[in-house]
C-alpha cells in the first residue's frame, strides 16, 4: 500500500482489521484528521486500535462514546498524540460544534500537533483540517469480512 493512496480492502477478522489501520496509520502526521464511518458494529474502534499501534500511543484504545474524546500520548517525543474521538452522543443535535465540544473538553493538546480519530464525524471532522482521511467501514450481518474504503483529501 504506497503512501496516501485511496483503496479498498475487504479485512475478514478483526486482527485483519487491525492490520490495516495500522498500515493506514503509518502515512499520518500531526495535524492529520481520520473520519471513520459505518454502522454500529462495524468495527471503527478496531481499525483505530490498529492507527493507533503504527502511531505507538499509549493505550488501551477503547470506544471514547461516553466522554466524547481521549488523549492517547505519543511514547516518542518526536511523534503526535492521538485524539480519538466519538461523535455519536451529538449526531441528533442539530448544528453541533465538534470545534466547541473538543474545546470545551480542555483536552491538554494541541489538536494541530495530534492526529485526530474521529468516529461518526462525517460532515463534521472535515471542518477540522484540510488534511483527512475518510474511512467507510461496512459490514453485512451474516459475516465477519467487513469492505472497507479510503480516500485521502488533495491538499
Known amino acids: 500500500m504506497g503512501e496516501r493512496v485511496d483503496g479498498t480492502a475487504r479485512p475478514a477478522t478483526a486482527e485483519d482489521t487491525i492490520a ?3 498500515q493506514l496509520g503509518a502515512h499520518l502526521k500531526a495535524g492529520d484528521v481520520v473520519v471513520l464511518s459505518g ?3 462495524a468495527g471503527k474502534t478496531v481499525l483505530a486500535k490498529g492507527i493507533a499501534q503504527a502511531m505507538d500511543v499509549e493505550g488501551p484504545v477503547v470506544s471514547p462514546t461516553f466522554v466524547l474524546a481521549r488523549v492517547h500520548r505519543a511514547r516518542q517525543a518526536d511523534r503526535p498524540a492521538m485524539v480519538h474521538v466519538d461523535m455519536y452522543r451529538l449526531l441528533d443535535e442539530p448544528g453541533a460544534d465538534l470545534l466547541g465540544e473538543l474545546d470545551a473538553l480542555d483536552l491538554d493538546t494541541d489538536l494541530e500537533d495530534a492526529v485526530v480519530v474521529v468516529e461518526w464525524g462525517e460532515g463534521l ?5 484540510d488534511s483527512h482521511l475518510d474511512i467507510h467501514i461496512d459490514r453485512r450481518s451474516d459475516t465477519e469480512t467487513r469492505t472497507v474504503t479510503w480516500h485521502w483529501s488533495r491538499t
Do not use: I, Q, T, V
Request: proline fraction near 9%; charge should be neutral; hydrophobic fraction near 45%.
Open 20 to 22: 490495516l489501520g495500522a
Open 39 to 41: 454502522p454500529l458494529g
Open 125 to 129: 471532522a472535515e471542518r477540522l483540517s
